[in-house]
Structure formats: C-alpha cells, structure tokens
C-alpha cells in the first residue's frame, strides 16, 4: 500500500485560495486517491476522490501529477469554516473488492485567519 | 445525504467495566467500520462488517468486540474495558457503487476508561 506524506500544517487568510499537497510515491496502478477532513468534534468527511488528471467538485479541486506521485487538493476562497484537518489516503479498491479500507494518517491541519 | 448516528457521544466506566457503543445508518449502506482515534496515530480500524451478522477484523481488534443486528445497527463492545481503551469512537458506512467509495462518518464517541 502506498504511504502518504503530507505536510503537518498550513495557515491562510480567509479569502484565499489554499492548495495542499500530498505525496505518494509508491502509489500502485490500481489505488485511488481520496482526500477527507475532520473539524474539531466531527467525524471525517469526504471531500474528493480521483484516479488522475484533474477532478472537481462543488467544494474543491484536486489536480493528480502525470506520474501519479503527487496530488494537490485546491480549496478556493477559504472560510473560518474550512479550518480542519486534511487527510489524504491511497487505497487500493481492486484488491479489497467492495471493502473501502482507508488508512488515516496525522493529515495537514489548516488553520484559517480572519 | 447519509446520516450516521451514535450513541452515546460520551461515556465513562472503570476499568474491567463492560460497555456497548451503538451506531445506526439510516441509508441501507452494507458496510459498516468502527474506528478510533487517538493523538499521533489518526483513525485506525477496529472491525467491520459487510451485511447483517457479518463481522470482520480491523487493525486493532484486541480488546473489542462487534455485533452487526441488521443492516442499520453496528455495535462495538468492550467486555473488560482498559485505560488504553480510552479514545474517541467512529463508526462509518459506505455503499460502494460504481467509482465512489466514499464513507460517512458519525459525530463520534468520547470514551474514558478510569
């Protein structure tokens, strides 16, 4: 299974653009990118998921390098609201058939200044 | 929009006590996860389960045990709770169909063990 590191924490001021990016190096033909986030007292929450190229959403971006070893999730126009703690986890679904094992790590807390 | 819920949100018990965290999903999802999370280690998988009656092995299964009733009702039980048993309790579930694989998180149990 692929490792993923991420950097431990940024800070933006509300209104920007934040980007945060996630490295997979050893991630394998079949694993999928997903990114979640967890605000303090709440359980994770889906954010995006992607396999390559660039995908998009109502809440963000996420743009996956040609190699697939890196990714970068892009929250546009940042609110007090999006501060959290940002995960992003490799899995590999075409192994594990139906079962969606996700594997969290430390994630990348996003403070947001007024 | 899924709805996982838990109860309780918090408890405490005594070492060697038994207790029972209880979760429901309202969205006919077959997989149900119980986590938990601690400071340094993110969420890390206790059991799951793919169906009613269907139980399966985490990452760290000892010291805890789980009943899937029906397919809306997931329990995870601490027969002879432990001070390392203290953390906080996620249950999800995800129904996954074609390419999302998401899971939906519930607001989580705060659990200490005196």
Known sequence: LAKTTQPPSMEAY???EVNVSCSHTNIATSEYIYWYRQVPHQGPQFIIQGYKDYVVNEVASL???ADRKLSTLSLPWVSLRDAAVYYCIV?????????NKLTFGAGTRLAVCP | EAAVTQSPRNKVTVTGGNVTLSCRQTNSH????WYRQ??????RLIHYSYGAGNLQIGDVPDGYKAT???QEDFFLLLELASPSQ???YFCASSDPTGDSYEQYFGPGTRLTVL
């Open chain 2, 86 to 88: 203290t953390s906080l």
């Open chain 2, 68 to 70: 899937r009733t029906t």
């Open chain 1, 63 to 65: 743009f996956i390098s």
């Open chain 2, 30 to 33: 077959n997989y149900m996860y």
């Open chain 1, 14 to 16: 509300e209104g920007q």
């Open chain 1, 91 to 99: 899995t590999d679904i075409l192994l594990s058939g139906s079962f």
């Open chain 2, 38 to 43: 601690d400071t340094g280690h993110g969420l």
